[in-house]
T-cell receptor, first 110, second 116 residues
């Protein structure tokens, strides 16, 4: 079983749609849950991180963590063409390395 | 405020050659991590440097080595290149000692290595 599972997509939605991106994980030692966004030919940039189960909101973005199900989600409201990118879930145990999912490619059509 | 800078941006090598990639961390950051990102995959942890020492290594062979300098900049060296080493090599910096429990990373744009 892979430590992190993330559907690679691609996911194509119309502008204004609500987008749901998801990851499952198997390592109970993960304490920090993150989402990074990566535009083409760029490095990943941190969107959101959370420590506990529950929801965290930042503008149009909401990160959700369910530790009991080992499942995390990122919701994007009112999606824009500028949101077209690859979204990487990422996990951290509090040590030195971050473990990334394979990334989901998102296309938002104008 | 300059972010993480990497050089070169692109390079082409042949099998068996050696390559050195360079990274300058974000101003104020003291920790550098290197990741390999194959096409269509997420970044894979190679190693992390802090206080000029390798703190942790991922599942990569000894052909991959690194160095951190007193000014916190870093190099990644790969010897005896294989075709499978073709990837985007990402440098990420962070600040040890702040609330770094999440090890929030600031990435550079990467060095794209092609091995022929």
């Amino acid at each position: 079983q892979k430590e992190v599972e993330q559907d690679p997509g691609p996911l194509s939605v119309p502008e204004g749609a609500i987008v749901s991106l998801n990851c499952t994980y198997s390592n109970s030692a993960f304490q920090y849950f993150m989402w990074y966004r990566q535009y083409s030919r760029k490095g990943p940039e941190l969107l959101m991180y959370t420590y506990s189960s529950g929801n965290k909101e930042d503008g149009r973005f909401t990160a959700q963590v369910d530790k009991s199900s080992k499942y995390i989600s990122l919701f994007i409201r009112d999606s824009q063409p500028s949101d077209s990118a690859t979204y990487l879930c990422a996990f951290h145990t509090g040590g030195f390395k971050t473990i990334f999912g394979a990334g989901t490619r998102l296309f938002v059509k104008a | 405020d300059a972010g993480v800078t990497q050089s070169p941006t692109h390079l082409i090598k042949t099998r068996g050659q050696q390559v050195t990639l360079r990274c300058s961390p974000k101003s104020g950051h003291d920790t550098v991590s290197w990741y390999q990102q194959a096409l269509g995959q997420g970044p894979q942890f190679i190693f992390q440097y802090y206080e000029e020492e390798e703190r942790q290594r991922g599942n990569f062979p000894d052909r991959f080595s690194g160095h951190q300098f007193p000014n916190y900049s870093s190099e990644l060296n790969v010897n005896a290149l294989l075709l499978g080493d073709s990837a985007l090599y990402l440098c990420a910096s962070s600040l040890q000692g702040a609330f770094s429990g999440a090890n929030v990373l600031t990435f550079g744009a990467g060095s794209r290595l092609t091995v022929l």
